[in-house]
């Protein structure tokens, strides 16, 4: 079973520093735009140099080559996984493999299909969509393997539908993982670990509920032993 990802949801290494100074063991970390855009790629170097694993979360959207381009930096930064949006369009996707396995060939390269933010109310009366949430979902995540990528991000919900279509073997990685007692936040598609074990998740990426938490420590090990187990 895959460790969980913790979202660093800070804004500063010293906060980064703070936290993480609290654990005994490696972590898998998730540096997002906040925390990536306001430090720059050094905060991934000190971040790798005190034994984490990391998923660069910038969820890319541009044309091929800009992409391309931007992927040939972060395949040099040490990421062991990274991710583009698959709305940026199949040419998009191709090229951003390419060049992030060019320099990581070991490192994983996925796609946001739908945001966990998106409700199936927002799909019709915002994206003007003709296909259902979860169509588009699976529509978005064979194009990711169509193109190459080693899976996508998306709700713990649709895992299983993802792994029917795409083999089991293409990786799903879900954040919006919330304990029974925790709040939503501003996701629409939340699920407990226990219950995204379930589902088939490859990964869950849990944030604010570790991040926020009084006891840190306590709170990845609770929601590591329900990942792992599959019991709440």
């Known amino acids: 079973m895959n460790r969980p990802i913790i979202a660093l949801d800070f804004g500063t290494m010293a906060e ?3 936290f993480l100074d609290k654990f005994e063991e490696p972590l898998f970390v998730k540096v997002g735009m906040e925390l990536y855009l306001q ?4 905060i991934i170097r000190e971040i790798r140099a005190m034994g984490h694993d990391i998923f660069l979360d910038l969820k890319l959207h541009d044309i091929p080559n800009t992409v ?4 040939e930096g972060l395949g040099r930064l040490d990421v062991q996984m990274t991710n583009v949006h698959a709305q940026g369009g199949t040419p998009m996707m191709k090229r951003a493999a390419e060049s992030f396995k060019d320099h990581n060939p070991d490192g994983t390269l996925i796609a946001v299909t739908q945001l966990t933010s998106t409700s199936e109310e927002m799909m019709q009366s915002e994206q003007k969509s003709s296909l259902t949430l979860d169509e588009s979902v ?3 995540a ?3 393997k169509d193109a190459g990528l080693d899976g996508v991000v998306s709700s713990p919900l649709e895992s299983a539908l993802i792994h029917e279509a795409c083999g089991t073997g293409f ?3 879900t954040p919006g993982i919330r304990l029974t007692e925790d709040s939503t936040d501003d996701q629409s598609r939340v699920v407990t670990p226990s219950k995204a074990h379930h589902l088939g998740s490859d990964y869950i990426v849990v944030g604010r509920p570790v991040t926020q938490a009084d006891d840190p420590v306590a709170r990845y090990a609770q ?3 329900q990942w ?3 019991e709440e």
Request: hydrophobic share 35%; proline share 4%; net charge neutral.
């Open 171 to 173: 990786l799903t990685v």
């Open 68 to 71: 391309g381009r931007a992927m």
């Open 138 to 140: 699976i529509h978005y």
């Open 16 to 18: 980064v520093q703070q």
């Open 39 to 42: 430090n720059g790629p050094n």
């Open 228 to 230: 792992e187990s599959g």
């Open 223 to 225: 929601i590591k032993e």
């Open 142 to 144: 064979q194009l990711a």
